[in-house]
């Protein structure tokens, strides 16, 4: 474990700058892979994974300086919340009571607003070998969303080469929420220069059209016969430059997964010597090529910029709050709220 001190700074009013305390934890798993998490946001700092060479290597993108985390990049390897994704005008009603978020993309609210999850100190309250548990409490009328909520995230490296987390939630009175991991992978290694060589395999039948906002609709169509349709292995680049995904300069889109728990399995992506798949008891995948990463220098002092990484957001389905048809988001008193996601390794 490091213990590293540095300023929070805040530029919205009320917010107050102070000091805090950044833990990173190391975590260990099988045939030398291993994890660096940060109780900074719950960020993902550092995913070692053996290859078929031997090699063992870093495959998610990232910065060495926790200031930077702060300052370049703020959904880098987060966990997302309140909701992840865009909420339409950022505007929802509750039994009753209309709720308007903070506009921070575009006319949208956009993953828990300006000061979400993702750039919050969490609190680790459990810690293992192979696993690390944190946990954060977000006040009444945080980011303007109802309830004193708290969130417990619990990261695993499991015996069979992946990384789990599991996603717990309690609140003291209704609220909405939608929690994901924005981890930004490169399965050839962070730094490498595109993911257009990468295969994605997506096993869903149905995706959520989007606005000029990229909002969804409310619809929910079938892939079928339209550049959707990941459900056989495809090259990320013979897909990515489609006029489908030009408002997202590349893909940014959600996909339904099946509702079964007997069969989680929603992903793959893989490269000629390294695989992972998703698995995942959320109703939706949001798939985002890095289409607005600024460039910067990371942390192996390689470049990044646009489309070298994927994100592959397993989440609840976007607005949901605002479409009775979608997979409700609503948490009550006396509620727990679970989720699972795993990104497993093949060599």
């Known amino acids: 474990m490091y213990v590293i001190f540095f300023p929070y700074l805040c530029s919205r009013k009320g917010c107050i700058n102070h ?13 030398g892979m291993r994890a660096e998490v940060s109780n900074f946001g719950a960020k993902i700092l550092r995913l070692i994974v053996p290859t078929a ?13 926790l200031k930077d ?24 009603t509750l039994d009753g009571k209309t709720y308007q978020l903070a506009i921070n993309n575009g ?34 009328g945080e980011e303007n969303y109802p309830g004193k909520l708290d969130v417990w995230v619990t990261y695993a490296l499991t015996h069979d080469g992946a990384l789990s987390i599991l996603y717990r939630a309690k609140t003291d009175k209704p609220t909405i929420l939608g929690l994901t991991q924005h981890a930004y992978f490169n399965l050839n290694g962070e730094g490498s ?7 994605l395999q997506v096993l869903a039948d149905y995706y959520t ?40 300069r590349g893909i940014d889109n959600n996909w339904v997964l099946p509702q079964s728990f007997n069969t989680p399995f929603a992903a793959r992506l893989s490269v000629p010597d390294l695989t992972m798949e998703v698995y995942t008891s959320f109703p ?13 220098i990371g942390k192996s002092g390689k470049p990044y910029n646009v489309q070298n990484s994927v994100c592959l957001e397993a989440q609840n389905l976007p607005d949901a709050i605002n ?3 979608f997979p409700s988001p609503i948490l009550r008193p006396g509620d727990l709220y679970e989720q699972m996601t795993a990104y497993k390794f093949i060599v």
């Open 284 to 296: 939706g995948l949001q798939v985002y090529t890095g289409n607005w990463v600024e460039p910067n």
């Open 107 to 140: 006319t949208n609210a956009l993953h828990g607003g300006p000061t979400g999850f993702n750039v919050r100190e969490w609190e680790v309250v459990e810690q293992t070998l192979h696993s690390v548990t944190m946990h954060y409490r977000s006040k009444d």
């Open 209 to 248: 059209p989007t606005d000029d906002t990229q909002c969804p609709t409310g619809e929910i169509l079938p892939v079928e016969g339209t550049p959707m349709d990941f459900r056989q292995p495809t090259l990320i680049g013979d897909r990515i430059d489609d006029p489908f995904f030009a408002l997202g």
């Open 53 to 65: 060479s031997g090699e063992k290597r870093d495959v998610v993108l990232g910065f060495n300086d």
């Open 193 to 199: 220069p595109t993911v257009r060589d990468h295969t």
């Open 19 to 31: 000091i805090i305390m950044i833990r990173t934890y190391k975590l260990i798993g099988i045939n």
């Open 69 to 92: 985390w702060q300052s370049k990049e703020l959904y880098f390897n987060a966990v997302i919340g309140r909701v992840a994704n865009r909420i339409k005008d950022g505007k929802f």
């Open 323 to 325: 479409h009775e048809n």
